[in-house]
């Protein structure tokens, strides 16, 4: 397996209702990181959290971080059929090169209407 | 503001065939990256560069690929005699001169398909 596993692949939801991501790593980490990926398109950058930070908000985005369990969670709340899209988290590990981004393999989040 | 920029955002080639993928950093930004995203996988990282100078080709495979972004210009990542297996979705990102490099602006990527 590989560094920064999300976890489930796919997911699928109605709109209103909460959306829940997880990502295992394997490595230290500097931060991590969660991106947006719409079909066919670049991707989005959505919300960055440090080793040293346990939660962090942005809107509807709760990304949580648990460094001994070299885990993470992203949650969005009350989501929108506008929010279907791969999700990703990246990271950059500690101890080496800082620009050096590790993805995982995303996971694929439908919000149905 | 423009964001980053790249062209062209599909591209064919026939195998044997070389590949020229541009990628114009947001304005102001002086670090580029290149990743690759190979069907149903996260990106991986090819190599980062500065102006005029390569920082790290690690993630770049040995041969058919090169990276440069030259003092004008937009940063160009070329591979020559393109195989099947290079059909892929290629990403450009940059980063400012001062602050972290760890934080990326991609670009919408160059979908690459070798016949």
């Known amino acids: 397996s590989q560094q920064g596993e999300e976890d489930p692949q796919a997911l699928s939801i109605q709109e209103g209702e909460n959306a829940t991501m997880n990502c295992s790593y394997k490595?230290?980490?500097?931060?991590l990181q969660w991106y947006r990926q719409n079909s066919g398109r670049g991707l989005v950058h959505l919300i960055l959290i440090r080793s040293n930070e346990r939660e962090k908000h942005s809107g509807r985005l709760r990304v949580t971080l648990d460094t001994s369990k070299k885990s993470s969670s992203l949650l969005i709340t009350a989501s929108r059929a506008a929010d279907t899209a791969s999700y990703f988290c990246?990271?950059?590990?500690?101890?080496?090169?800082?620009?050096?981004?590790?993805f995982g393999k995303g996971t694929l989040l439908t919000v149905n209407p | 503001n423009a964001g980053v920029m790249q062209n062209p955002r599909h591209l064919v080639r026939r195998r044997g065939q070389e590949a020229r993928l541009r990628c114009s950093p947001m304005?102001?930004?002086?670090?580029v990256y290149w990743y690759r995203q190979l069907p149903e996988e996260g990106l991986k990282f090819m190599v980062y560069l500065q102006k005029e100078n390569i920082i790290d080709e690690s993630g770049m495979p040995k041969e058919r690929f090169s990276a440069e972004f030259p003092k004008e210009g937009p940063s160009i990542l070329r591979i020559q005699q393109v195989v099947r297996g290079d059909s892929a979705a290629y990403f450009c990102?940059?980063?400012?001169?001062?602050?972290?490099?760890?934080?990326?602006?991609f670009g919408p990527g160059t979908r690459l398909t070798v016949l």
């Open positions: 990246a990271t950059v590990n500690s101890g080496g090169s800082n620009y050096k981004l590790t």
């Open positions: 304005k102001g930004h002086s670090h």
């Open positions: 490595t230290s980490i500097n931060n």
């Open positions: 990102a940059s980063s400012p001169p001062s602050g972290s490099t760890d934080t990326q602006y």
